[in-house]
């Protein structure tokens, strides 16, 4: 288990590692000189310079590549030059919605899922299993974010249960967690629909195994073999689906975020694409991709738990 | 009265008509084996009892259990019924246990279904279940650290753990080695005689069967041809279908004699060894040893045998003899030219030997037609025949095995698994080896298409000068086709010598105790 | 022929061959703008009505037809081509350090979601359909290689390869000839679900305003410019919706139903 562990870590610390380097090569190295690609051909030779001296452009790549790495370790992402503010303040004003939202859209995903995916694989061929069926093809063809306008459309300005936007922040814990529950409900639904359809296919896959006969013939009712038996199995492959689901979710999030006007990540990456301050850039997507890292780390670690096969080997 | 008693039982799946008027009785503490080849209904007699078919299924006829009508019981009858009145082992004992359980928490489960007591309880009567099948293990271990024999006796635990008045062995020993399987069997003689238990056992191993069973019901498409006690049987049976499965059982060919020869394949020496995960973070990478200075020649024109039970290297000595792995020390060439040449093979030795595979499923590739099939060995000439000449090599090459040319155009699934080894078999012809590696070749052939491919193999060392290698874990097999035999055991050739000597007076005590292990069919008379 | 593939192909194919239809006719030139006739409904004149600015939604939507398939339809080509050679070369070479390499590279795309990929590109390129084309691509790369080389390596336990090695052929040889054509209906099959998942990022990408840029029509530029009139003009947000929603599951039930067709059993990724 120990040993299990420390592969995956540091598998986890490589891949963050290559991570850094592709986004420092694509936002640094191939705009050529970043400095002037940030300010346009008009800029003024003054503003330039002070530019190349905040961004160390005078240094060598390695140097520049290090610093940048070191700094984010310490937190310091650099100072964002629209803004004017370091960066870490800015993404921390802002990962406080992006992040409760992925993970609200995740728990949401689960409960409905696997609900639904274990019913639906314990009456295969059911009216109840149809309707599922039904229900996650139509999930899974939803765009996310039209589905947040159809939502948007029907309980803020038709039925005003929710408001149709903007976030009061976490003073009030209630209030921030209900307008943050349309968005959590449009990126949940989707992935919920595949969620449960993997659920349900991994369980009849189980349910078709030879230890649920032996179970079967130990006596055991279908539903005793089903929950006893067949649901820790069928985990396994679902797991996989829930750790590249929250890379989605977050990812996804951005896009909600915009449909909802949310002030998270979203919109900061947004405007400073447009504002082309790819400092700001840099270190959100970076973030970003740190999340997902870390994520699949804690999935492979839920194997382990799930697979004893996993703890004895390697 | 009988402990169970099925009468004229009959039962279709899907329309398919599976099993015919099928009647059988089993008494307390008799041991009753049904045996026919694959498709004669036996493992579905099994299930049917149990109530375990699939869906689709029709049945009629009557199924009792000491008195009570299985067909006319509930489902919920029939849970309360399965582990606790019948309790059933099944073949594959590498896939019959829940990977993520502990052994200990599944036995004690069949208890915990059947009767009214603390999990504390049946965690420690579980334990002593545990001992009584012969495993020195801890309950808290996992399926995949134990062996297959382990994971067997796992599951007659789970079976016998409440105690019930039958129990239903459906090719209990069929996965597993002959050593292995004589502990298993013997296992299961004592249970009966301790517990009193009907033993409903299910094998296609006649010898299995003569040296176990009380009565013995012989099946063959879904319906009884005889049935009766086994000495009766054995000495006076009635229908053809009985005495040709005893017949093929003990299949023997006869080789053409041979004078010695110079030496075609020489190995010597031969290490292979398999990296293992690491241990440590640091420090050297372990491995296994799978094949350990092994030394053996093959004559021109000689019939080899080698025998040993799974995991004892045949395969890696299959591989490294036709030169797709290197081998960590010594050397194997063929003819003085070595057989593996690094990344470039050396077609001229490759050409001379082929090999036939076990799986008659696997061998082919199911995209491509029998032709293409057939004429892969060309791949290894320079100058593969064209047109004209490779049709005629082809035609020839069915025709040897007995098979018609106008095959060649069909796919592999049009054939069955006998038809499939047969193709196998002229894949191997076709470029005219003088060394042909038989892996298992007929293992996985009922008996009667199994008589038939070592006819065939006969025949071909007839109509030519072959050598082969007979790799197998049967040793009444490998006693008929080789003029020498080679015995293996972990990596290691315990034992070489001419065929009758090996068996009439074996020297090794792995020898001995495999030929003692080996279930022997019964001389039987064929008077008629 | 099972319902969901009949009614998958039919889908797919009615968006295809309004795709194709844009080329020679659409009913109104979209690039003409009719403010005066802006925001109608559903009408004889406008099957489905027109937009802010007065154009015909029906001709839009074929236009923007033309964009998703391209864009998807690439972007599952890059996948394929690059994809399936890697995962071919990853199991051919198992276990060796190439193979390892091939494999964490996916893993490391695969923390790249394609929204991602797309920010990257467009902050340093800007926004366009090609960029979208790639983003979605680089996404599908892993995608395919972890299948092909998943479906691969059992294939190279098989007796069949054995008998192909020992008959001297060389990796690559049996790569092509025993080992692709045994994989085929299954990246046939995820090719399918790809396509799908391309329709629908896509979409989003363009919403965001980093996909297709105008003039070029796509749905999702659509929907971002009816989110301000959804309350007024509902059908503006509404059709465009259902056509991604149509044309996706189209593209499911096509990809379900070949895979019941071909081999239910086939195990494909999910994401």
Known sequence: ?314 | MSLLRIKEYSLAINGTEILHDVDIAVDAGQIVAITGESGSGKSMTALSIMGLLPRGSVNRGQIMLDGVSLLDASEAELCDMRGNAVGMIFQEPMTALNPVMTIGDQVAETILMHEKISRHDARARAVKLIERVGLKLAPTRYPHELSGGQRQRVVIAMAIAVRPKLLIADEPTTALDVTTQARILELLKGLVDEFDMGLLMITHDLAVVAGMADKIVVMQNGRIVEAAPTQTLLRDMQHPYTKALFKASGHKVTLPARADAPHLLYAKGVTRDYPLPRSGLFGARPSFRALNNVSFHIEHGERVGLVGESGCGKSTLTRAILGLEPIQAGEITLDGDPVFTGKKPNLTVRRRMQVVFQDPYSSFNPRHRVERLITEPFHLLENPPTSAARDAAIAAALRDVGLSVSDKDKYIHEFSGGQRQRIAIARALIIEPELIIFDEAVSALDVSVRAQVLDLIADLCKSRSLAYLFISHDLSVVRTVADRVLVMQAGQIVEHGATEDIFLNPQHPYTQALIAAAPQLPEISHAS | MNKSFVIGAGLSVVFLLLALLSFVWTPYDIETLDIPNKLQGLSGSHLLGTDHFGRDILSMIMMGARTSIAVALLAVGIGLLLGVPLGLIAAAKHGSFLDELIMRGNDLVFAFPSLVIAILITAVFGASAINAIIAIGIFNIPVFARLTRAAALPLWERDFVLAARVCGKPPARISIEHILPNITNLMIVQGTIQFSLGILAEAALSYIGLGAQPPTASWGRMLADAQTLVSIAPHTALVPGFTILLMVLGLNLLGDGLRDWIDPKLRLIRT
């Open chain 1, 1 to 314: 288990m120990i040993r299990y562990t420390f592969g995956r870590l540091s598998s986890l610390v490589i891949s963050l590692i290559v991570a850094s380097m592709v986004i420092f090569l694509v936002i640094e190295v191939i705009p050529g000189d970043p400095a002037s690609f940030m300010l346009g051909i008009n800029a003024r030779e003054d503003t330039l310079a002070a530019l190349r001296a905040e961004m160390g452009l005078d240094q060598p790549l390695v140097i520049r590549y290090f610093n940048w790495v070191l700094g984010m370790l310490q937190g310091d992402f650099g100072n964002s030059w629209t803004y004017k503010t370091p960066v870490a303040e800015l993404i921390n004003d802002r990962i406080w919605v992006s992040l409760p939202l992925a993970v609200y859209a995740l728990l949401l995903s689960t409960l409905i899922a696997f609900p639904a995916g274990i019913y639906a694989a314990s009456r295969r061929g059911s009216a109840g299993d149809v309707t599922i069926i039904g229900a996650t093809q139509l999930g899974v063809a939803l765009p996310n974010f039209w589905f947040a306008m159809i939502l948007v459309l029907i309980f803020a300005i038709k039925l005003r249960w929710f408001s149709a936007g903007g976030f009061p922040g976490w003073d009030d814990p209630l209030l921030a967690i209900k307008s943050l529950t349309l968005p959590a409900i449009a990126l949940a639904l989707p992935q919920a629909a595949i969620l449960a359809r993997v659920m349900r296919s991994s369980l009849l896959d189980m349910l078709g195994e030879d230890f649920i006969r032996t179970a079967r013939a130990k006596g055991l009712t279908r539903r005793q073999a089903l929950w006893r038996h067949a649901v820790r199995n069928a985990l396994i492959p679902v797991l996989t689906i829930i750790g590249l689901q929250f890379s989605f979710l977050l990812a996804g999030g951005i896009i909600i975020e915009q449909v909802f006007f949310l002030p998270g990540l979203g919109r900061l990456i947004f405007q400073s694409i447009s504002a082309r301050d790819l400092i700001v850039v840099e270190s959100v997507v970076m973030l970003l991709v740190f999340t997902v890292i870390v994520v699949n780390f804690a999935v492979d670690l839920a194997y382990a738990a799930v697979d004893p096969r996993l703890r004895s080997r390697a």
